[in-house]
């Protein structure tokens, strides 16, 4: 039987069409259904490997979660990664293809892609009840309209009703839910069921003259207006909020320990560090500019989609003359993936895998060497604590699960130790060393993504930087847990998103009844 299928687009980028679609899912979940979400094509440098070890956009995971599914590359079958040289790293299924130009794609590839979106949607539409698709950017992005296969080709394919949302905290909402309208074809603008304002901050009743007049302007009914969320987050999908970039400009608070992410031109996988976020007594910041950087406590150089050329950009803005400075005065400094990378002696990449240059200097604070190689290496991990020093003195041996995707192979040398064991993946035992540490363990890295998503790894890490503060650590246990708070934010989005729009109307827009529960 085929699934009931619903489709969120937007009026724009980030008008929360992501966060949206998680809310959908889990209010389904709720009310007795299986759910799956579907994205047929997603830009993202947020990815993450499924159990059979594909890579698939981040945005897609958090909605499976949010449906209480194992993630599968049906839900995202392709996935555009930016390279920063007008290309992006073609995944489909969750393998690389090639990198390719938005003209090679478009011109070229668009044809082929389409029929790997059709095949998996429907292994999804067979084995779910509904589905919740999500599309992307605008459905009325002119010059792409005739090879977009996110938006209304989408819709099409699955003859799903769509839901048109749209940011009214950005300004301007209702001429944006106008203007899209407007330019849709007669067949796509029929297909619109009904408009969410999204992000809506004040007094609702003085929104009602708006809601009159974009219902009377359109013919469109607004099915629900969403509230700015407030006391519980959802991972985002492909950018920083621009909240955690402000806080750059904090200094200095009370009984908080001060992380400093380094944001990188092509940052990659920053949920990484969504755990350590919400950790009650740290303040996480994204810095942009050399001068925000300051004396945190905890520097760390995080994951991102060209290795090399974002070390030059570090090197020429000056902040790895900062870095480095920081670190032999006594900063602790890690780095995740390529930011690991970034921390050794040398990077070589004869086969021009992620740059044009074949070799550069890293910033030297770590004995190790890296050479890229065409294959990526994408799959699910679990290990052990293996390192020395501050971080991982009282741990050796305690287990931890993540993810790898990167290129390269690392070699260590005589000034380091593996930081973790890696000893199973999805398809049996292995002995692998990951990661390295410095002598005086101050300086680590690793390959594992979702490493801070183990929570006593992650309290350890922070208790060992409260300690160096001379503040008393605080208890692991009854500290915060990842997964059961995201939990409680699932269902606390499901509840907003639930009490402020009609979803009794939106079971009829699908043909299904509401369930009584």
Not at 10 to 28: E, M, P, Q, Y
Not at 393 to 421: S, W
Not at 433 to 438: E, I, R, W, Y
Request: charged letters at 30%; aromatic letters at 8%; proline letters at 5%.
């Amino acid at each position: 039987m085929r699934a009931k299928a619903i489709m969120i687009q937007g009026t724009g980028s980030h008008v929360g069409k992501s966060v949206l679609t998680a809310a959908l899912c889990r209010i389904f979940k709720q009310d007795g259904h299986r759910v799956s979400p579907f994205k047929s094509q997603n830009m993202a440098l947020n990815s993450f490997v499924t159990r059979d070890g594909g890579e698939m956009g981040r945005a897609q995971v958090v909605q499976a979660q949010a449906a209480g599914i194992e993630p599968s590359v049906d839900m995202n079958p392709i996935l555009l990664k930016p390279t920063g040289d007008m290309k992006s790293q073609v995944i489909v299924m969750g393998k690389p293809l090639e990198n390719m130009t938005a003209r090679e794609y478009h011109d070229d590839y668009v044809v082929e892609a389409m029929k790997v979106v059709q095949a998996a949607y429907n292994r999804l539409s067979q084995a779910y009840d509904i589905i919740v698709i999500e599309g992307a950017g605008s459905p009325v992005e002119i010059n792409l309209k005739d090879t977009e296969i996110v938006n209304m080709r989408i819709a099409k394919m699955a003859d799903a009703p769509v839901i048109l949302v749209t940011d009214i905290d950005k300004g301007g909402a209702l001429a944006w839910v106008v203007g899209t309208l407007e330019l849709l074809d007669p067949d796509e603008r029929e297909r619109v069921k009904g408009i969410v304002i999204n992000k809506f901050r004040g007094d609702r009743e003085l929104l009602n003259p708006a809601i009159d007049f974009l219902e009377q302007k359109t013919g469109k009914p607004v099915l629900g207006v969403i509230p700015y969320f407030k006391g519980f987050s959802i991972p985002e999908e492909d950018s920083v909020p621009e909240v955690k970039v402000l806080k750059s400009r904090v200094r200095d608070l009370p009984e908080k320990l001060d992380v400093a992410v380094i944001y990188l031109p092509h940052i990659s996988n920053f949920t990484d560090f969504d755990p350590i976020d919400e950790e009650p007594d740290v303040d996480l910041r994204y810095i942009k500019r050399r001068r925000d950087l300051g004396n945190p406590d905890l520097i760390i150089l995080p994951g991102t989609k060209n290795t090399i050329d974002d070390l030059i950009s570090l090197k020429e803005t000056g902040m790895a003359e900062d870095i480095i400075k920081l670190a032999n005065q006594g900063t602790p400094v890690m780095g995740i993936c390529g930011g690991f990378q970034m921390l050794g002696k040398k990077l070589y990449d004869p086969h021009h895998t992620e740059s044009q240059r074949e070799e550069a200097s890293g910033l030297g604070l770590l004995d190790i060497e890296t050479t890229f190689y065409p294959e990526k290496t994408t799959r699910q991990v679990w290990g052990q604590v293996m390192g020395r020093g501050l971080f991982f003195d009282g741990l050796r041996g305690e287990r931890v699960r993540g993810y790898e995707i990167h290129m390269g192979k690392t070699r260590l040398g005589a000034g380091v130790v593996p930081a973790f064991k890696i000893t199973r993946d999805p398809y049996g035992e292995i002995n692998i060393d990951d990661g390295a540490v410095k002598d005086n363990g101050l300086i680590f890295g690793t390959y594992i993504h979702g490493i801070f998503d183990n929570d006593l790894f992650r309290r350890s890490f922070i208790n060992k930087l409260r300690v160096r503060r001379g503040w008393d650590p605080l208890e692991v246990e009854a500290e915060y847990c990842y997964d059961k708070a995201l939990e409680r934010d699932f269902n606390m989005l499901a509840d907003t998103v639930r009490a402020n729009m009609d979803m009794g109307e939106i079971y009829k827009i699908m043909g299904l009844k509401e369930k009584c529960l």
